[in-house]
């Protein structure tokens, strides 16, 4: 019996050698997907980041586009006035010419009378 005993012992070191083999090689890929986990999980919160980053930037840029949008509206409106004020200007001009003309035409009508 001793030597089954021992080929019996031998073959369950054997098994028990085989399984802390097996066991360092789950442990090595365990502490493998852990890095790999904790790296997923940095380019995962720096991505959150980013899109918070994003989403600042996306509502400075509508804020921005009303903005533009207000002044170019008021641009419109001012042109609009500028012309308008141009064309009052203008028609100010020639009524002052024809009255000055007017005001010329009687001093001389009032020189040749006196």
């Known amino acids: 019996m001793t030597k089954e005993y021992e080929f019996k012992i031998g073959a369950i070191q054997l098994e028990k050698d ?4 097996r066991l360092k090689a789950f442990e090595k890929q365990r502490e493998e997907i852990i890095k790999e986990n904790n790296k997923l ?7 959150e980041g ?3 980053e994003l989403e600042k930037e996306q509502e400075k840029n509508r804020d921005f586009s009303k903005k533009m949008h207000k002044i170019e509206t008021e641009l419109a409106s001012n042109t609009s006035l500028e012309q ?18 007017e005001i010329q035409k009687l ?6 009378v006196i």
């Open 18 to 21: 085989k399984s802390d083999d």
């Open 41 to 47: 999980r940095a380019i995962i919160d720096d991505s």
């Open 50 to 52: 980013l899109r918070l």
């Open 84 to 101: 308008e004020l141009t064309e009052i200007n203008m028609k100010l001009k020639n009524e002052l010419s024809f009255t000055s003309h």
């Open 107 to 112: 001093k001389e009508q009032l020189k040749r």
